[in-house]
């Protein structure tokens, strides 16, 4: 679970590295979400760069 969780802020950062998406990020014309699925229940986590936790999307 945690190694997921790192890997999707890994991506998160890797994808502010090019930048036309990084420019695009900045000035808001772009989202980046960074879910986590867990199939056995079908939760599904959204991160949150301002608190740096996964939420539970209800």
Request: hydrophobic share 35%; charged share 30%; glycine share 6%.
């Amino acid at each position: 679970m945690i190694t997921e969780q790192l890997n999707i802020i890994e991506q998160i950062k890797n994808l502010l590295t090019y930048p036309f998406i990084r420019d695009r990020y900045i000035e808001g014309k772009l989202k980046i979400y960074g879910w986590y699925y867990i199939i056995e229940t079908g939760e599904i986590y959204n991160y949150d760069k301002e608190t740096g936790e996964f939420k539970l999307i209800v």
